[in-house]
């Protein structure tokens, strides 16, 4: 039994996944609030304006899809995601979603005044991780300093492969 927990912890690489907190919390809470806002109005429109015009049930149907809408755009801020082993990190910002192994990351940093950590790439290009936000404090901290543990032990294996 032991020989299969130990040959299980050497083929498990180390991993991590990092969602934003704060934002998300924030961006469900809007999410509801809006949805919610657009559906009680729905419901007190009227069937007459004050002008003359004429309100249908088409209109409150329509009223709660666009807060439907609306609160579907809140939550595209709760998409961003970063994963990472020991072969490279996968980044899912808002729009975007791509690949990085770890051969073309020079350096995981957080610069001051920005909102989230970057990837630092071989070809002087960066690249915005906006799973790890500034507001979310110490996770973000740990976040960062779990990516460059990473980081380090691909650069560490990578060495001891070229040397044996």
């Known amino acids: 039994m032991e020989a299969i927990k130990e040959r299980e912890a050497m083929t ?8 934003p907190r704060k934002s998300r919390i924030a961006c469900w809470v809007s999410a509801v609030l809006f949805a919610g806002t657009f ?10 304006t004050a002008a003359g015009g004429v309100f249908h049930p088409a209109d409150q149907v329509a009223m709660i899809l666009l807060g439907l809408f609306g609160a579907a755009l809140f939550l595209l801020f709760t998409r961003p995601v970063v994963r990472a082993d020991s072969h490279g990190i996968w980044v899912r910002n808002i729009g975007s979603f791509k690949y990085v192994p770890w051969q073309v990351v020079e350096r995981v940093s957080f610069p001051r005044g920005m909102s989230w950590a970057t990837l630092e790439l071989a070809d002087d290009d960066e690249m915005s991780m906006m799973a790890i936000q500034k507001t979310d404090r110490e996770l973000a901290i740990q976040a960062v300093r779990d990516l460059r543990a990473l980081l380090e032990g ?6 001891d492969d070229q040397d044996g």
């Open 154 to 159: 691909f650069r560490t294996a990578e060495g």
């Open 12 to 19: 498990e690489s180390p991993s991590v996944v990092v969602r």
């Open 39 to 48: 559906f009680v109005l729905s419901f007190f429109m009227g069937t007459t």
